[in-house]
């Protein structure tokens, strides 16, 4: 079973930056596409940044393009999200998730098609 642990959230002013990480421990990290979700306040988990398993694509919803940066370093079983240019609407508890299977590179932006979640951490953006 893995287990995923999420750190670096905060609170910054608007148009900072902040960088989240994920470490997993438990099962083989490799060859498992990984992602990045986040629940805004009063509001459903909504899907925010992707990778696939060889960490060659990345894959963001629209209203963080250009601003997050999504990677993964599989010798230290940790994935990252580069954050800049941080909005108040950017405010959210982010959580890092894991595909329910190996090599599985679709779908990366439905919550049912991921089986392991952190508990999250929180990002506050001041205005």
Known sequence: QVQLVESGGGLVQAGGSLRLSCTASGRTFNNYAM????QPPGK???FAAAINWSGSNGYYTDSVKG???ISRDDAKNT???QMISLK???TAI???AQKIRQYYNSDYDLLKKYDTWGR?????VSS
């Open 35 to 38: 992602a990045w979700f986040r």
């Open 44 to 46: 459903e988990r909504e």
């Open 67 to 69: 601003r997050f940066t």
């Open 79 to 81: 994935v990252y999200l």
């Open 88 to 90: 108040p609407e950017d």
């Open 94 to 96: 982010y959580y890092c």
């Open 120 to 124: 999250g951490t929180q990002v506050t």
